[in-house]
């Protein structure tokens, strides 16, 4: 009966990581990566508006988890400005596996942005590409 429930379980357990947002393609001796928006989006494209928001507080941020939770993995969150790559944000997983990563909506200027900026996700090697467009 152990191995009969433990098999029933294996097609929930992999609809659930099917059904997680993209994934950092993993290597075969390695966690699995997956990361979504914590307000539960899952869009590697998306519009982020100052009259939606209010402040970068109050953004949803990304959510990068590990599979299974690993703690202790550094995320890094780069953004591309002028051609050339830059740091956003970054952190370690817990010892859920998770991390939370925020972006920064506001130009050299201060104004909130309004345009588009590529976002790359970076942790062991692999990185996952994000769109984010700022408007008013």
């Not at 009969?4 to 994934?23: E, F, H, M, Q, W």
């Not at 990185?127 to 467009?133: E, F, G, L, N, Q």
């Amino acid at each position: 009966m152990r191995i009969r429930g433990a098999l029933l379980a294996v097609p929930a357990v992999l609809a659930l990581l099917a059904l997680a947002s993209p994934a950092v393609a993993a290597p075969p001796d390695g966690p699995a990566y997956f990361w979504r928006w914590t307000d539960g989006s899952e869009a590697r494209s998306r519009t982020l508006t100052e009259h939606e928001y209010g402040t970068p507080s109050r953004l949803p941020r990304l959510l990068v988890q590990t599979h299974p939770a690993t703690r202790g993995r550094h995320v890094v969150l780069q953004a591309r400005v002028h051609g050339s790559w830059g740091t956003e944000d970054s952190g370690t997983t817990d010892a859920h596996g998770d991390v939370r990563l925020q972006l920064n909506p506001y130009c050299a200027d201060g104004a909130w942005c309004t345009r588009a900026f590529d976002y790359r996700l970076l942790v062991d090697g692999r990185r996952a590409m994000i769109r984010v467009t700022f408007g008013r």
